[in-house]
């Protein structure tokens, strides 16, 4: 229980130092270094951060080569010549007995709280109730899948579709399913993936980049990184600066998604791209704003 603590503490502290780190250098060098690079960056965080174990179990050191050390020989006394008979004295007579004073009754140590168990079920019981939330939340958004979710039907967001999948290189794709009460497409699911798509319809250019920047999210599998990072923050839900760090991921992984769907385009496409996903943030914005008051 200890080691594993000390594990946690240890680990907690190198996190955070890397987690301010990589956050500063994201603002001071985001035209030098791209967010895909940073993605990389957060990926060996998180994935040191997912096992709270040390990197090398504690041994006792040994030395390469053991050589035993002769033990010493006992030296015996020379035996001094006898001159003659002696006389032995008398041995004196033993003193009396005195009488023993009983041994005074052992006292019973004193009880004390260990705190280690304490510590260790508080943060046991807090990545527990963190984990079991997230769970509930998956398992609700995939019953509303299966509810409200049906293939797609139209020839052009098809047609689109597979086109893509080929340029990309897919060779296994998501599934592309419409679904009411969205405002933009999302790519959802790490088990079973599929693209979803608004009931009211994307068509166009819209359509494209949409499905461009969904399809880009599945080759890169950032919905894996995504669920990595929200494991290590259950597991290290009492630092402030691993909360921090979910949204850090999840800004980073869409500016690198954006880069890689940028480098399949012409110049002349950046605007309309750009112009895609400021709408898709704009209503997203719009819907959250009206949620408190439906």
């Known amino acids: 229980m200890n080691q594993l603590l000390l594990t946690l503490g240890t680990l907690t502290l190198g996190g955070s130092a890397a987690v301010a780190a990589l956050a500063l250098a994201g603002r001071s060098t985001r035209r030098r270094y791209g967010a895909r ?47 003659g008979p002696q006389d032995v004295p008398s041995s004196p007579a033993p003193p009396a007995e005195e009488p ?9 140590p004193e009880r004390t709280l260990d705190p280690v168990p304490l510590l260790l079920g508080i943060w046991l019981l807090g990545a527990l109730a963190i984990l079991v939330w997230n769970l509930t939340a998956h398992l609700r958004f995939l019953r509303w899948l299966r509810r409200w979710a ?23 794709r998501p599934r592309l399913m419409v679904c009411q009460g969205l405002k933009v497409p999302m790519l959802a699911g790490a088990l079973r993936p599929a693209i979803l798509l608004p009931q009211e319809g994307v068509s166009g250019e819209e359509l494209g980049f949409s499905l461009l920047h969904e399809l880009t999210h599945y080759r890169r599998r950032d919905i894996w990184r995504k669920a990595l990072a929200m494991w290590v923050n259950a597991l290290y839900w009492f ?38 996903i400021l709408t898709a943030v704009a209503r997203l914005q719009s819907r959250e704003r009206n949620e408190p008051d439906e």
């Open 37 to 83: 690079w940073r993605c990389l960056a957060w990926l060996l965080l998180c994935l040191r951060l997912a096992v709270p174990l040390p990197l090398m179990p504690h041994t006792q050191a040994r030395a390469p080569i053991q050589v035993d050390l002769p033990q010493p020989v006992p030296v015996r006394p020379a035996p001094t010549p006898s001159t």
């Open 239 to 276: 630092n402030p600066l691993m909360w921090y760090m979910v949204r850090l991921v999840e800004r980073d992984t869409e500016l690198a998604c954006d880069e890689d769907s940028l480098r399949r385009l012409t110049p002349e496409d950046y605007a309309a791209y750009g112009q895609t």
């Open 100 to 108: 023993v004073p009983p041994e005074p009754a052992p006292t019973p």
């Open 150 to 172: 049906a293939p797609v039907s139209d020839g052009e967001a098809v047609a689109a579709f597979n086109r893509l999948g080929d340029q990309l290189g897919l060779d296994r």
